[in-house]
Each structure stands twice: as structure tokens, then as C-alpha cells.
């Protein structure tokens, strides 16, 4: 079965560290992609990176990074230097692709990340 | 602001109502989805348009249904409403679903709340 896995309901840090989010993927799929989203809030789902499965190289957006280990089956999410802004609901999402591929994304079930000033 | 526009952002209805969640995807995109999230059940995947066509279903209760018209804008029409029914409901659009790497960009979601 498609499933993805976060294993963190709250994490805290600390303005201007870093911080990772994990994330496990289970999928008997080749070809996928991994998604995360940011969820404040005020309740938007934001996104914030993307992952291939055939990507070699970790996905970075600004102070946003993957750390991709594809024979682990992990997709974790690095926030460098984190603000104050960033405290909100994370979700890792799965967007399964072969002959299951509808398009969908299959959801963690969050982490919540607090940043203390 | 993804580009993904839904209306109404917040509605408060009684049980046994009908409402309809409207939404606009992102210019040039063709696939809409929606996706109901609640705190017990988390974020579920309810159902998938392609130009217009049903290319995928989720965990849709036969009270609610779903169209995307020629324009592309979708409606979610949930009916006989029930307290359970209390959620955030949100739309999703993106260009080619065939496609892994097309990112879903979700809109800003319409807060259901049944009394």
C-alpha cells in the first residue's frame, strides 16, 4: 500500500537554527514524486519543494532542502535558519506515478513545528 | 497567492442543508482536485477532474458530488449535511496529472461548519 509516514507530531527549535522534518514513503512505484507543504494557521497549504524519484540530486528552494535517500525511502525536509514565520503544519506528501498514477497526492499526517524566538 | 481561487472562504450551515463550494484553478491548468481535511480523518483526497472528465475517486460520501464545467472551474456540492461534515475543503489544480513532477498547488480552502 501507498503511505507516507511522519513520525513527528510537534517539533520545536529555535529561531535561526536549523530544523528536520522526517518523512517516510512507502510506494512499490519507480516513478513518483515527493511534495512538501507548509500549512499556517490561517489554514492555506502551501508549497514548498518538490522531489523526483529519478532526481539525483537533493531538491533545495531558498533556506527549504530534501534529503532524498531513496533506498531508505525517505524524503526529509531541512529548514535552515529558521523565522518565526515558519511556525505552522508541515505535510509530505506523495504523488504515486506509474500505472497508479491519477495525479493525487497521498498525505502524511503532519508535523507541527514551533519556533521560539 | 497560489492562483487558485475558491469561494465561499468560510460558510456556517445547519445539518440537513445543501451547499456548494465553488473553485477556479490556476490559469492554464487542467486537473482539479478536492480534498476534505477534519482532525480525526486528516487530509482526504474526495475527487479528481481532468478537462472536464472524472479521472479519479477518493473517499466521496454519495451525499456530495462534483463537476468541473468547460471553462474549468469546479463545484463541490455536499448535501443532507451532517455535524461530521465540519471540515476545511480544499481545491487543487494543476497542469498534467499524468505527469509526477506537475506541481499541485492547493487554494486557500472554504471552512465548513455545520450547527
Known amino acids: 500500500a501507498q503511505k507516507i509516514t511522519q513520525t513527528q507530531p510537534g517539533m520545536f527549535v529555535q529561531e535561526k537554527e536549523a530544523v528536520t522534518l522526517d518523512c517516510t514513503y512507502d510506494t512499490s512505484d519507480q516513478s513518483y514524486g515527493l511534495f512538501w507543504y507548509k500549512q499556517p494557521s490561517s489554514g492555506e497549504m502551501i508549497f514548498l519543494i518538490y522531489q523526483g524519484s529519478y532526481d539525483e540530486q537533493n531538491a533545495t528552494e531558498g533556506r527549504y532542502s530534501l534529503n532524498f535517500q531513496k533506498a531508505r525511502k525517505s524524503a526529509n525536509l531541512v529548514i535552515s535558519a529558521s523565522q518565526l514565520g515558519d511556525s505552522a503544519m508541515y505535510f509530505c506528501?506523495?504523488?504515486?506515478?506509474?500505472?497508479?498514477?491519477?495525479?493525487?497526492?497521498?498525505f502524511g499526517q503532519g508535523t507541527t513545528l514551533q519556533v521560539k524566538p | 497567492d497560489s492562483g487558485v481561487t475558491q469561494t465561499p472562504k468560510h460558510l456556517i450551515t445547519a445539518t440537513g442543508q445543501r451547499v456548494t463550494l465553488r473553485c477556479s484553478p490556476r490559469s492554464g491548468d487542467l486537473s482539479v482536485y478536492w480534498y476534505q481535511q477534519s482532525l480525526d480523518q486528516g487530509l482526504q483526497f474526495l475527487i479528481q477532474y481532468y478537462n472536464g472528465e472524472e479521472r479519479a475517486k477518493g473517499n466521496i460520501l454519495e451525499r456530495f458530488s462534483a463537476q468541473q464545467f468547460p471553462d474549468l472551474h469546479s463545484e463541490l456540492n455536499l448535501s443532507s449535511l451532517e455535524l461530521g461534515d465540519s471540515a476545511l475543503y480544499f481545491c487543487?489544480?494543476?497542469?498534467?496529472?499524468?505527469?509526477?513532477?506537475?506541481?499541485?498547488?492547493f487554494g486557500e480552502g472554504s471552512w465548513l461548519t455545520v450547527v
Open positions: 487543487a489544480s494543476s497542469v498534467d496529472p499524468h505527469r509526477t513532477e506537475n506541481t499541485i498547488y
Open positions: 506528501a506523495m504523488r504515486p506515478g506509474g500505472s497508479s498514477n491519477t495525479g493525487k497526492l497521498i
